[in-house]
């Protein structure tokens, strides 16, 4: 059985973003799978006390900066939507109505290359639904599952579960019981996967 990483995402993170990006060289190296966790990060940060980096001005600055030379290094686009950063609720209840209809991968690599490949207002639902319509996705029926119940109750679990597990931001890595934080740390998580438990 192949070993496996659950990587906790949310699509408003653009460390989130860059970690996505590296997710088929991973699995592709390492022969694991990849179990994509959809949770809310303002979420788990108002269940923790914690906020995003980009409300500390200096940090802010640091936080964009990094992130950038990560993108260049990755050889990936980063570009920083109007208003960013973006409320995701809409979004990450879409990415659990995804995951339930079997698309999740493809709902996730057309929001964030919207978001942050591309720049685009993803909190507007004209745009969402333009970019997922582009990806080949139903856009109208994703768009009404994840105003469901079930959907929404979906999303607490599992932002409920990732606090419980010890999470506190994204992205979030899983590798049997060894929690790692961060999209710098995928070296560490590559070694994780390979190490025969």
Same mark, same amino acid.
């Given at each position: $059985?192949?070993?496996?990483?659950? =990587? *906790?995402?949310?699509?408003?993170?653009?460390?989130?973003?860059?970690?996505?990006?590296? $997710?088929?060289? *991973?699995?592709?190296?390492?022969?694991?799978?990849?179990?994509?966790?959809?949770?809310? *990060?303002?979420?788990?940060?108002?269940?923790?006390?914690?906020?995003?980096?980009?409300?500390?001005?200096?940090?802010?600055?640091?936080?964009?900066?990094?992130?950038?030379?990560?993108?260049?290094?990755?050889?990936?686009?980063?570009?920083?939507?109007?208003? =960013?950063?973006?409320?995701? *609720?809409?979004? $990450?209840?879409?990415?659990?109505?995804?995951?339930?209809?079997?698309?999740?991968?493809?709902?996730?690599?057309?929001?964030?290359?919207?978001? =942050?490949?591309?720049?685009?207002?993803?909190?507007?639902?004209?745009?969402?639904?333009?970019?997922?319509?582009?990806?080949?996705?139903?856009?109208?029926?994703?768009?009404?599952?994840?105003?469901?119940?079930?959907?929404?109750?979906?999303?607490?679990?599992?932002?409920?579960?990732?606090?419980?597990?010890?999470?506190?931001?994204?992205?979030? =890595?899983?590798?049997?019981?060894?929690?790692?934080?961060?999209?710098?740390?995928?070296?560490?998580?590559?070694?994780?996967?390979?190490?025969?438990?």
């Amino acid at each position: $059985m192949p070993a496996t990483v659950e =990587f *906790l995402f949310d699509l408003a993170s653009p460390a989130a973003y860059l970690a996505w990006t590296r $997710m088929p060289g *991973l699995a592709a190296r390492t022969g694991a799978r990849v179990v994509f966790r959809p949770i809310l *990060l303002g979420g788990l940060f108002k269940a923790l006390g914690n906020r995003s980096p980009v409300e500390i001005p200096a940090k802010g600055r640091w936080f964009r900066a990094d992130l950038e030379r990560f993108a260049d290094r990755y050889g990936v686009p980063l570009a920083w939507p109007p208003g =960013f950063p973006v409320n995701s *609720l809409e979004l $990450m209840r879409g990415a659990v109505a995804a995951e339930r209809a079997g698309v999740l991968a493809a709902y996730g690599d057309a929001v964030y290359g919207g978001m =942050f490949g591309r720049g685009l207002d993803m909190a507007d639902p004209g745009v969402v639904a333009g970019v997922l319509r582009e990806a080949g996705l139903d856009a109208d029926a994703l768009m009404a599952e994840a105003r469901t119940a079930p959907v929404k109750e979906a999303l607490r679990a599992a932002t409920a579960e990732a606090e419980a597990r010890g999470a506190f931001g994204v992205p979030t =890595f899983f590798v049997g019981g060894a929690m790692f934080f961060g999209q710098d740390r995928l070296d560490w998580v590559e070694a994780a996967l390979r190490r025969p438990d």
